[in-house]
């Protein structure tokens, strides 16, 4: 899940993303729509229809329940927007319940 907090005084912006996961890997890609302000951005990420126990804030670079070094959108190292056409990787440990 993918969720935005309205900022105050504006409307919250409207955007389409992908999603693909292969083993212990997740990428989601900005596919459309405005640029997803990374400070108030919390994603949530489930196993048939289970949450894992640890989540990921948005950005880190080491976090319970992940694997170090995620890269675009989930590093501290990008930039302050997640714009159409930018990805964002990220690797769930083996630690986290339930596994992929």
């Known amino acids: ?4 907090a309205t900022a ?3 409307p919250a912006p409207t955007a389409t993303f992908d999603l693909s996961a292969e083993g212990d890997r997740i990428t989601i890609s900005h596919a459309g729509g405005d640029p997803v302000g990374l400070d108030a951005l919390r994603i949530e990420i489930g196993v048939d229809g289970e949450k894992l126990a640890h989540q990921p804030p948005v950005p880190f670079f080491a976090a319970e329940g992940f694997h170090g070094g995620p ?3 989930f590093n ?3 930039d302050d927007e997640w714009a ?3 990805s964002g990787t990220l690797r769930v440990a083996g630690t986290n319940d339930p596994t992929l």
Do not use: I, Y
């Open 1 to 4: 899940l993918l969720g935005q």
């Open 8 to 10: 105050l005084g504006g």
């Open 71 to 73: 890269s675009g959108a």
């Open 76 to 78: 501290p190292e990008t």
């Open 84 to 86: 159409v056409g930018e």
